[in-house]
């Protein structure tokens, strides 16, 4: 993809590629067993992500370009909010508050502090976690029962687009050696977030530790 204001271009891995590393598969067998949380939280993470991005229209309320983005993947990150609680329901199982998870703290705690550095680790940031659940989907989809799984596979090609756009965002602007360095580092960050030991179980959550805790 290319930035028409820069010439910077960034040419998109698949999700499962650009991500720091496999989710493991303890953390996969936790999903199995815990499938009402992984529902209760996979809809808060849609609610949030609608919410993000929002937030990110209001600060950057003078990029048009950012603005068509993510009014759109606002929109649909809300309907996937809808179409989760619609499997909740239908088994019998109730929305609840829940403490967030380590991942997203992780990841934003690297931003940079002043612009534009800020937007751009912000929107590398979101490319990762929209990769992440992108690459959680298609790992879960053939292991949950069918109508979990058919709504994952639904969910990758949004998913997918979402994460793609948040880089062409990132890329918009930047300067191209500043962001490859960039997302090295979140890279490393996201692998440290999901492979080491993490008490709580969450969409994003890490490999599962010894002795879990929600």
């Known amino acids: 993809m290319n930035d028409a204001r820069t010439g910077a271009t960034v040419e998109p891995l698949p999700p499962e590629d650009f991500v720091g590393c496999p989710t493991p598969p303890s953390w996969l067998a936790r999903a199995v067993d815990e499938l009402e ?12 992500a609608a919410a993000n991005a929002l937030a990110l229209m209001h600060r950057y309320a ?9 009014s759109r993947l606002a929109r649909e990150e809300l309907r996937h909010f809808e179409q989760v609680q619609k499997v909740m329901r239908a088994r019998g199982l109730r929305y609840r508050r829940m403490s967030p998870a380590r991942y997203a703290e992780g990841l934003f705690s690297e931003l940079r502090g002043n ?9 590398v940031a979101a490319a990762f976690i929209e990769a992440r659940s992108c690459e959680r989907f ?3 989809a053939p292991l949950l029962p069918p109508d979990v799984g058919e709504l994952y596979r639904g969910l990758c090609a949004s998913e997918a687009r979402h994460y793609a756009d948040y ?12 962001l490859a360095s960039r997302i090295t580092r979140f890279r490393a960050v996201e692998r440290a977030l999901i492979e080491s030991p993490d008490p709580q179980f969450r969409f994003h959550s890490g490999a599962p530790s010894a002795s879990p805790n929600d």
């Open 37 to 48: 949380t992984l529902l209760c939280d996979h809809a808060h993470c849609e609610r949030k």
């Open 115 to 123: 612009e534009p550095g800020r937007r751009m680790d912000t929107l």
């Open 167 to 178: 880089l062409a965002l990132a890329a918009s602007g930047a300067d191209a050696a500043e």
């Open 62 to 70: 003078e990029e048009p370009a950012l603005l068509d983005k993510l």
């Open 138 to 140: 298609l790992r879960l």
